[in-house]
């Protein structure tokens, strides 16, 4: 069973940067990935990596600000996040699946994926 620890949630101002961290255990995982749940709001994607190769995906409103990177050797998922705006203020997740997706893709929604940590909180504000 794969069990995903989140951390790095801080309190930053606008344009600040924070890096949060998944430390993963167990089987070996085919897509990772990050998630958040604004207040009010349902839990949306911000960005995938498929472990094997390195592709990554991002959603739109997060491109050119954050990274998703991963260190396979300590089986640690990264997200620097940089640029940081009010409307990043969420509790971040970790989620990963280890069954190969159709084609090998690794779709940025919630139902692609298996496990879940308990989330990090991260405020953006001034």
């Known amino acids: 069973q794969v069990q995903l620890e ?14 949060l ?10 897509c990772m990935a990050w998630f958040r749940q604004r207040p009010g709001k349902e839990r949306e994607g911000v960005a995938v990596i498929r472990t094997v190769g390195g592709t990554t995906s991002y959603a739109d409103s997060v491109k050119g600000r954050f990274t998703i990177s991963q260190d396979n050797a300590k089986n ?16 971040y997740y970790c989620a990963a699946r280890t069954r ?6 690794c779709p940025l929604e919630v139902d692609s994926f ?10 953006v504000s001034s």
């Open 100 to 105: 190969r997706g159709a084609g090998g893709r």
């Open 76 to 91: 640690t998922l990264f997200l620097q996040m940089d640029n940081l705006e009010p409307d990043d203020t969420a509790v």
């Open 6 to 19: 989140e951390s790095g949630g801080d309190s930053v101002q606008p344009g600040g940067s924070l890096r």
């Open 114 to 123: 298996t496990s879940w940590g308990q989330g990090t909180q991260v405020t």
């Open 21 to 30: 961290s998944c430390a993963a255990s167990g089987p070996a995982n085919f």
